[in-house]
């Protein structure tokens, strides 16, 4: 299947710090790059989708001036998460879709602690 | 709006029972279905797809679709204690125009195999 990386693997950081997070798909050109996260023993939630060249779709509830997001070239889509609090600390996943393909492969997932 | 239900669990079963894990799903346009499995503190893998009613096989895991009555599942032959994980059901329908190419995911059923 396809490779999907994202880096780092786990942040701590200082509350008020921005986070950058990168997603890049390695073996392969990714039109579509999806952000979850997920919060412990819960569901995965969706944050925002992103398409190559274009700004990102932001699910109703996230603020997009907190999590930006850019996808400036098919292999590489970046989340920063600006002003980071504590109730930020999640696990953020990417996942990325190539074109004309359905099947959305995951990257491994980044772990933020914010003190 | 879209719903993919799964019953959250856990589903317990013995070391080399069979597993059933089902799905229901509300959009009859739906095209493409997925099985996810997660393991605990970490990010989604693909399991296995299915397009077309009926079942398809890959090694112990059997996926079976039913367009009809809505309904997809996965057989896992064999279980074994690895298998012990959360397994996310993922329906996909094509929007074309409107730009939607997303996953909807159910919340997952945690199944824990007993040795």
């Known amino acids: 299947g396809a490779v999907v990386s994202q880096h780092p693997s786990r942040v701590i950081c200082k509350s008020g710090t921005s986070v950058k997070i990168e997603c890049r798909s390695l073996?392969?050109?990714?039109?579509?790059m999806f952000w979850y996260r997920q919060f412990p023993k819960k569901s995965l939630m969706l944050m925002a989708t992103?398409?190559?060249?274009?700004?990102?779709?932001?699910e109703q509830g996230v603020e997009k001036d907190k999590f930006l997001i850019n996808h400036a070239s098919l292999t590489l889509s970046t989340l920063t998460v600006t002003s980071a609090h504590p109730e930020d600390s999640s696990f953020y996943i990417c996942s990325a879709r190539g074109q004309g393909r359905e099947t959305q492969y995951f990257g491994p997932g980044t772990r933020l602690l914010v003190l | 709006q879209k719903e993919v239900e799964q019953n959250s669990g856990p589903l317990s079963v013995p070391e080399g029972a069979i597993a059933s894990l089902n799905c229901t799903y509300s959009?009859?346009?739906?095209?493409?279905f997925f099985w996810y499995r997660q393991y605990s503190g970490k990010s989604p893998e693909l399991i296995m797809f299915i397009y077309s009613n009926g079942d398809k096989e890959d090694g112990r895991f059997t996926a079976q679709l039913n367009k009809a009555s809505q309904y997809v599942s996965l057989l896992i032959r064999d279980s074994q204690p690895s298998d012990s994980a959360t397994y996310l059901c993922?329906?996909?329908?094509?929007?074309?125009?409107?730009?939607?190419?997303?996953?909807?995911f159910g919340k997952g059923t945690k199944l824990s195999v007993i040795p």
């Open positions: 992103s398409n190559e060249g274009s700004k990102a779709t932001y």
């Open positions: 073996d392969f050109q990714a039109t579509t």
């Open positions: 959009d009859r346009g739906s095209q493409s």
């Open positions: 993922a329906v996909y329908r094509s929007e074309a125009g409107a730009g939607s190419y997303q996953l909807t």
